[in-house]
């Protein structure tokens, strides 16, 4: 049963606007979120996290914003450059429950030039 | 199998041990790739298989660290004479091939050293 989702598996944006990715999760014991980015040929890197403490934070033209009673959260990309272009991941883990990852399956962002 | 399997979930060992970590990934992906997360950290690459060969040891720590692959698919990961510095997360991840950007990653092994 997955527990973390990403719905839209592909993402298309000019350059310059606004990408937004999207994650649902199921379980409520998850309180610490993380989003990865993954190149191709290259293993996926650490983008931004937020613990459920907070509903937003954000790292540069990074943001990710935490919908603890809707399990939703996203990822803003502003201004979204062609750079950008990867497969970005969530993950979700209840850090005082065993600490184990739950991954989604990704959603590939293509920023146009 | 149905995704990427590691054992064990959790691990306590005594500082000194040695511990075995294991992946067994999707069937019929080709590229295997154990990561470690420290909590506040960054995603840390260790090691990276294509088939059975590791073209790529140079996120290995120190030579506690070595990892083996057989048959393309299941891979351990050993940490010998285990220090505190090694808590953290281990995961594995795999895809299709190296060049592939869907990557499907297990759950983790969280390995605690006290």
């Known amino acids: 049963d997955q527990q973390v989702k990403q719905n839209s598996p592909s993402l298309s944006v000019q350059e310059g606007r606004i990408s937004i990715l999207n994650c649902d999760y199921t379980?409520?014991?998850?309180?610490?979120f993380l989003w990865y980015k993954k190149y191709p040929a290259e293993g996926p890197t650490f983008l931004i996290s937020?613990?459920?403490?907070?509903d937003k934070n954000e790292d540069g033209r990074f943001t990710v914003f935490l919908n603890k009673s809707a399990k939703h959260l996203s990822l803003h990309i502003v201004p979204s450059q062609p750079g950008d272009s990867a497969v970005y991941f969530c993950a979700a883990l209840a850090l005082n429950t065993g600490n184990q990852f739950y991954f989604g399956t990704g959603t590939s962002l293509t920023v146009i030039p | 199998g149905a995704g990427v399997s590691q054992s064990p979930s959790n691990k306590v060992t005594e500082k000194g041990k040695d511990v075995e970590l294991r992946c067994d990934p999707i069937?019929?992906?080709?590229?295997l790739y154990w990561y470690r997360q420290s909590l506040g950290q960054g995603l840390e690459f260790l090691i990276y298989?294509?088939?059975?060969?590791?073209?790529?040891k140079s996120g290995l720590p120190s030579d506690r660290f070595s990892a083996e692959r057989t048959g393309g698919s299941v891979s351990t990961l050993t940490i010998q004479r285990t220090q505190q510095e090694d808590s953290a997360v281990y995961l594995c991840?795999?895809?299709?091939?190296?060049?592939?950007?869907?990557?499907?990653f297990g759950q983790g092994t969280r390995l605690t050293v006290v």
């Open positions: 069937s019929g992906h080709t590229a």
């Open positions: 298989f294509q088939g059975n060969s590791a073209p790529d």
């Open positions: 379980n409520s014991m998850f309180d610490y």
């Open positions: 937020i613990s459920s403490i907070k």
């Open positions: 991840a795999s895809s299709f091939s190296w060049s592939s950007t869907e990557a499907f």
